[in-house]
């Protein structure tokens, strides 16, 4: 795989670059819809070494009644100040599920104006497979400032998305599985309807992944998007169930050169409790 400092970066590169004096390591580890969230008690156990703990349902608005949607910037900027990242840093971010909620982190920094952050590919359980260190110690933290300039056309909301879906100028791409998305399998969140966006397309998320948890190559992510039905030539908005899984398919399209892509941060936990707008059921 060809690292990238500001998408995805293998265990080899981390492993070389972990004593870097402006290398920050974020955890970005969240537990999945429906189980108990026992991602910071892991960290506090076990973590990549000098390893800070980003707790999504934290940094997030608290305002809204939505799961973990994007902060305001001055709460970002803080907790991330608080955790000593900041400008001129590298970050990288991974999780313990090997490629889950570490994207969502990676395009939060991205929304944010930094650009210097990548995943770890594989994330946690390739770095354990591979016999390497882990520590339980929390790391020292040293102030940084962080310089925010938000990135307004990465993230959209149900209105644009809503108009978007009317006029058909973007490919609207659905991260969920693909029971979920045709209205076959019930919603882990109670009060949903069940179904998709009308003219959305499914590219379930765990489609872009190798058995290991690590992402595919480029070339083969681009196919996964056609063999979907996904018109790479218009811009892409990407949703899921909560818009943590939904970053999975906007960094997938980085690693293939496709940047004309924003994320839905409602996803399905507004749109399927909206009542007025259309729910499709059934194949795209």
């Known amino acids: 795989m060809s690292d990238d400092p500001k998408t ?17 390591i974020l955890d970005g580890s969240m537990s999945p819809i429906g189980m108990e969230n026992t991602a910071g008690a892991e960290y506090l156990e076990r973590h990549i070494p000098g ?69 770890l590919d594989g994330g946690l359980p390739k770095w354990i497979a591979e016999g390497r260190p882990t520590e339980d110690l929390p790391p020292i933290i040293r102030d940084r400032h962080m310089t925010v300039r938000r990135q307004n056309h990465m993230v959209r909301d149900v209105t644009q998305v809503s108009h978007a879906a009317k006029l058909g100028d973007h490919e609207i791409i659905d991260a969920r599985a693909a029971a979920r998305f045709r209205g076959e399998a019930p919603e882990p969140r109670e009060g949903l309807r069940s179904g998709h966006i009308p003219g959305s397309k499914n590219v379930p998320f765990t489609s872009l992944l190798n058995e290991n948890g690590t992402l595919k190559t480029p070339e083969t992510l681009q196919s996964v998007f056609e063999n979907a039905g996904v018109d790479l030539s218009k811009p892409a908005i990407t949703t899921c169930g909560s818009g943590v899984t939904a970053a999975v398919l906007c960094l997938a399209m980085e690693r293939f050169g496709k940047t004309d892509h924003s994320l839905y941060d409602g996803s399905w936990a507004e749109w399927g409790a909206f009542p007025t707008v259309p729910v499709a059921t059934g194949e795209a």
């Not at 995805?8 to 920050?24: F, M, N």
Request: no cysteine; charged share 20%.
């Open 51 to 119: 390893a800070r703990y980003f707790d999504i349902d934290d940094i997030s608005d608290g305002r809204s009644n939505l799961p973990h949607m994007v902060p305001p910037v001055e709460k970002f900027m803080s907790r991330l100040r608080a955790m000593g990242v900041g400008d001129g840093h590298q970050v990288v971010v991974y999780d313990s599920a090997g490629l889950f909620s570490a994207a969502r982190v990676w395009w939060l920094f991205k929304l944010m104006g930094q650009n210097n952050i990548a995943v």
């Open 8 to 24: 995805l970066v293998s265990t080899e590169w981390l492993a070389a670059h972990l004593k870097d004096p402006d290398l920050r």
